[in-house]
């Protein structure tokens, strides 16, 4: 690890260096930004950040979080066999989270009370299949390090192999959110609207739940599948307490769950430094605890507008 | 489509010529019949809405009429019988208002950006902003009365105001055919005048087949040129003045009714007595008079 705080200057202007090297001294422990796996964490989770801001506007308006969330549980069946089967856990994540939204999709995702049924199934049989893997994982590799990887996600461990792959989904994800953007959200008012106006509810509804899976797994990769719905929902919720337009929430995400996640990273670099001395806490804590102080503060900001009229 | 701004109550059209029925048929359905989880739900139904016209679709809840008004949208297929829209580009010539939905009172969407939907939500891709676009939907808000509110997210509108924004969500792109079902259900007397008069307005004023589903006809008797009664299944239809007359009424309704002409209103009250004719309501054949 390379410990040269030199490496700053590139990004700080001359006349403020002082002062803000100061200030990030203080808040940074050295190397953080010159660290090759802090690069590659900082890097991988915020493209995650910020596609997982994007799409989860979506999913909030569409109440479709707890698909989100079953999903995401669901992926950890899929980190955990693509890890029996020595596989990358990101093949196993997007795998079985495409192939659940899929099944979600036929039981009937598109009804407000078949949706949560349909959820509901599919999640059941996630876990099962979850908790099957990982024991396999432990008895045949005779480890459990992956364990926690899996499930609450280690942005810090990935490398920049990762980097094409998680790249290519991000952009398939965003593509589909962009392409479908009107007719989605016209469908989110009101799906007879939509349906008079000739957009196929249904199959938007199918390619909106496709880059959701997409976009699951990539969460499940940064932060673990057991937190990626924090990442993926609480951004989102946050932005839409604070303004009523959507493409502006969809950005006001993407930057909440950015600063969330890179914010998070920092923390648990100086983590290092608390007890229990040379661990480090989990990133995945700092992000989701950063994560829900802004909702709640967004909370309050609305609240407070609202009282002043 | 044309990409011209509406000209939204500005034409001074001659309503007369409306009135006279010199419109264009718009929409025609013929022998209509629907069946929906084994029973009729439509049976037959055949009748034509012309431009400039405003045409009342009224039958008491479970007649049919939001069925009715499905069909001709495309969204649910006939038995059997045909429906035409004339003109080009039939899907997107026809507005629609459905029946009262809810709305989210967080979701984040502005009355405006309702209403541009209007203008291409079908459509791939982001909209582009542009101050033409932002021009022609506050025209459209204007045009409806629903400029004040035009910042407030939808699902937080009163039901009224809500109605209008969705009337000029359907009216932005200029359709020659315009249904609205049931508009008038949540509104209280005087917001229903209003709504109706903007509607006739429209209907005269842009050349516009209106038809407004009500359960309820009174809201509609002044402005509606046209009638189409669903009972049983069977439509009744005509001009306004042939179709409400007491004695098809009273047998359409099931009990007697009677039609009072005070002031230029017409107004329809339940009679005295309850010697009306069958409990069914019939098909308004000639031969049955
Ligand atoms: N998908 C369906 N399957 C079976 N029956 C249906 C279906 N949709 C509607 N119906 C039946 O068709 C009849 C007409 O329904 P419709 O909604 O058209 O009535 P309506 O005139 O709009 O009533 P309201 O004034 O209450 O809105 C009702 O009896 C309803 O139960
Ligand atoms: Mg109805």
New binding site residues.
Partial sequence: MTRSPHTRTTWIPRSTETAVHALLRALVEPGFFADGAVQTAAVLGGVVAVVAGLIGVFTVIRSQAFAGHALSDIGSAGGSSAYLIGLAPLWGFVGISVLAAAAMERIGVQRARGRDVATGIVLGVGFALASLFLYLGMTYHNGSGEIPTILFGSVFTLSSSDLPLVIGLGAVALLVALTLYRPLLLASVSPELAAARGVRVRLVGAAYLLALAITVALCDLTIGAILSTALLVGPAAAALRLTSRPHRAALLAAGISLACTWLGLLLAWDSFYWPPLRHGWPVSFFIVTLVLIVYLAAGALARGRHLRG | MSDQPPTMLTQPQAATAARAGGGEKVLELAGVTVE??G?R?LDDVAFSLRAGELTGLI????????????VILGLLAPTAGSVTVNGPDARHSVGYVP?KFMLDPDLPVRARDLVALGIDGHRLGVPRPSRERRERVNRMLDAVGAGRFADARIGRLSGGEQQRVLIAHALINQPRLLLL??PLANLDLRSAREVVDLLARIAREQRIAVMI?A?EMNALLPVMDRVVY?ADGRAACGRAEDVVRADVLSRLYGHRVEVIHVAGRVLVVAGEGDDAEPSHPHHLDPEEH
């Fill in positions: 929906l989880g029973r739900i039958g008491s809840n479970g007649a049919g009429k939001t069925t009715l008004l499905r029946q079902d049931e589903s359960h669903l």
